[in-house]
T-cell receptor
Framework: DGGITQSPKYLFRKEGQNVTLSCEQN?????MYWYRQDPGQGLRLIYY???????QKGDIAEGYSVSREKKESFPLTVTSAQKNPTAFYLC?????????????FGPGTRLTVT | AQRVTQPEKLLSVFKGAPVELKCNYS??????LFWYVQYSRQRLQLLLR??SRESIKGFTADLNKGETSFHLKKPFAQEEDSAMYYC??????????FGQGTRLTINP
């Protein structure tokens, strides 16, 4: 089954712990994105990557880190510095630039930090 | 900063009635605008984009640069249209800026 996979579906962590969310795609897409979805706030961009070994901060990058060592993988680490980490996280990919191509979304990971 | 505003968090209409989901934007250049939709238990997916000028599932959206709007319309709502709808705009062609979303409910 092709597409974007995110794991796990639900994730629980204690406050003060770092946690890494997985995002994998087998669509051979160059660009990948991480969004945070909160009720009433829509989707907000955390980080994006247009090519392997390169990534840029989005609008709410503080407290998050990413890596793009492989084309198919774009893991997101939620660090203890993120003040409100409990949220629904969506990963997406596209063949190229956001303005030219549709973004394909994963099923999401719901992170709960207590 | 570019901004996308969807003024209605919730919208409820009866089956067969016309639907209009509002989207306003602020952008200094020539915008690329999109509507994404998320049906219950499904992934967020592209519904339509303004440059394609096509109708998808009976929905259309016209870019009005004078009013800086990109409202989504459908003349006759169907129950399967119930979903969360997001308007989005590209910023610098590299990333999307999303609105807050409108939850559309079609009543039988």
């Amino acid at each position: 089954d092709g597409g974007i996979t995110q794991s796990p579906k639900y994730l629980f962590r204690k406050e003060g712990q770092n946690v890494t969310l997985s995002c994998e795609q087998n669509l051979n897409h160059d660009a990948m994105y991480w969004y945070r979805q909160d009720p009433g706030q829509g989707l907000r961009l955390i980080y994006y990557s247009q090519i392997v070994n390169d990534f840029q901060k989005g609008d709410i990058a503080e407290g998050y880190s990413v890596s793009r060592e492989k084309k198919e993988s774009f893991p997101l680490t939620v660090t203890s510095a993120q003040k409100n980490p409990t949220a629904f996280y969506l990963c997406a990919s596209s063949p190229g630039l956001a303005g030219e191509y549709e973004q394909y979304f994963g099923p999401g990971t719901r992170l709960t930090v207590t | 900063a570019q901004r996308v505003t969807q003024p209605e968090k919730l919208l409820s209409v009866f089956k067969g009635a016309p639907v209009e989901l509002k989207c306003n934007y602020s952008y200094s250049g020539s915008p690329e605008l999109f509507w994404y939709v998320q049906y219950s238990r499904q992934r967020l997916q592209l519904l339509l984009r303004h440059i394609s000028r096509e109708s998808i599932k009976g929905f259309t959206a016209d870019l009005n640069k004078g009013e800086t709007s990109f409202h989504l319309k459908k003349p006759f709502a169907q129950e399967e249209d119930s979903a969360m709808y997001y308007c989005a705009l590209t910023e610098g062609a590299q990333k999307l800026v999303f609105g807050q979303g409108t939850r559309l409910t079609i009543n039988p």
